[in-house]
């Protein structure tokens, strides 16, 4: 059954309204209403990406946060062990950007 993206988006902006009502009037840290608010907003945003995806091939660019937080953390990214050597090029009057050959310097300066 096709939904239409209008009426997903419009049960989705509901949603949203509902989780901040129920985020306003929190009553602990588990408060069941704010939880099954933010369960129907993840369940809304869904059904708001599929309709979109089947009227018109298109998604949002959001995704629903389904983990605890330490998942988050991807152990397969390479940038995070890159290392910067801080040696003495500042000191020098350096651009660390450009190696020696790809700049002219001034010397009356």
């Known amino acids: 059954m096709t939904v239409d993206p209008r009426a997903a988006l419009s049960t989705l ?9 129920a985020a306003a009037g929190r ?23 599929d309709a979109l995806m089947d009227a018109y091939g ?3 660019p959001l995704e629903v946060y389904a983990g605890d937080e330490d998942e988050l953390v991807d152990e397969d990214d390479e940038d995070d062990d890159i290392e910067f050597d801080d040696d003495d ?8 950007g450009l190696d020696a050959e790809e700049y002219d310097t001034d010397d009356s300066e």
């Open 89 to 96: 090029d500042e000191a020098e009057g350096t651009y660390a």
């Open 58 to 60: 298109e998604v949002t």
């Open 13 to 21: 902006v509901t949603a949203l309204e509902r989780h901040l009502e």
């Open 27 to 49: 009553r602990g840290e588990n408060d069941p209403t704010v939880v099954a608010a933010y369960r129907d907003v993840a369940d809304a945003f869904d059904s708001y990406d």
